[in-house]
């Protein structure tokens, strides 16, 4: 019976260490094998409004040649630098400035000069414009306002335009007499005035990039099995204690 429980005693002590072996590697392992995630929010130019949303606060490695704004977990737009900043949200947005347009031109008809002119004006963006064309003199004309090669207006036959419209890039306006022209006498002058405010975009190149360990499920699960592992192996010695004790 001695012997019987001797062996016991023996078989619980091994048993014991190995569990209390096992639980310590558990622990320890994750602490090593932890995945690195990388989260690209954006590499290359920013054109437009970019929001990037991680999964929880992480430290994200910004590189910008250009301007840009960085709005930090829906914060305020503050300018965008390189290095780091901690933050689980951000929105990249690209650096605009507002700029003024005032261009005033004439164009004259008349029966040596009867065909239709253009007049053609770059434009630095997105623009909101006032167009107004008035004839000086006498004549009627006729008027097709175009931007990206899109017509934005048409006006057959006036001496008079007023329009408020918006305008991307480029705005070319076509004008010509509305009647054809047969007296030397008659001269068509039309003058044009193109007012507004563009919104202009400016480039910027951005590199933006976060680095992520994800180890905090394994590292949970894993505790939990080394705490039970631990638990066993206690159990395990107060059961080999028991027995060397009534032994």
């Known amino acids: 019976m001695m012997t019987r429980t001797l062996t016991i005693t023996k078989y619980a002590e091994v048993i014991s260490l190995a569990l209390l072996i096992v639980s310590l590697i558990l622990l320890v392992v994750p602490l090593i094998q932890g995945a690195i995630i990388t989260y690209t929010c954006i590499n290359g130019e920013l054109k437009s409004n970019t929001t990037c949303i991680f999964p929880q606060v992480v430290k994200i490695n910004n590189y910008v040649i250009g301007n840009a704004l960085v709005s930090i ?21 690209p650096a605009v400035n507002y700029v003024r347009i005032i261009n005033e031109s004439q164009v004259t008809f008349n029966i040596y000069n009867p065909m239709s002119k253009w007049v053609n004006i770059t434009l630095p963006g997105s623009c909101t414009l006032t167009i107004n064309a008035t ?40 004008i010509k007499p509305a009647v054809p ?11 044009i005035l ?46 080999s204690l028991i027995l060397s004790t009534r032994r």
């Open 181 to 191: 022209l047969s007296c030397p006498c008659i001269n068509t002058i039309v003058n």
């Open 73 to 93: 977990n829906n914060g305020q737009p503050e300018r965008l630098s390189n290095g780091s900043i901690m933050a689980r949200e951000i929105t990249l947005m």
């Open 135 to 174: 004839v000086l003199g006498s004549g009627y004309v006729s008027i097709t306002v175009l931007s990206d090669r899109r017509v934005i207006d048409y006006t057959p036959y006036t001496y008079s335009l007023f329009i408020t419209t918006q305008a991307d890039n480029n705005l070319d306006i076509l």
């Open 194 to 239: 193109v007012n507004g405010t563009c919104i202009q975009r400016n480039n910027a190149i951005v590199t933006s990039i976060a680095y992520v360990e994800s180890n905090n499920t394994v590292n949970n699960a894993h505790g939990v099995y080394a705490l039970i592992l631990i638990l066993a192996s206690l159990i395990m010695l107060a059961t």
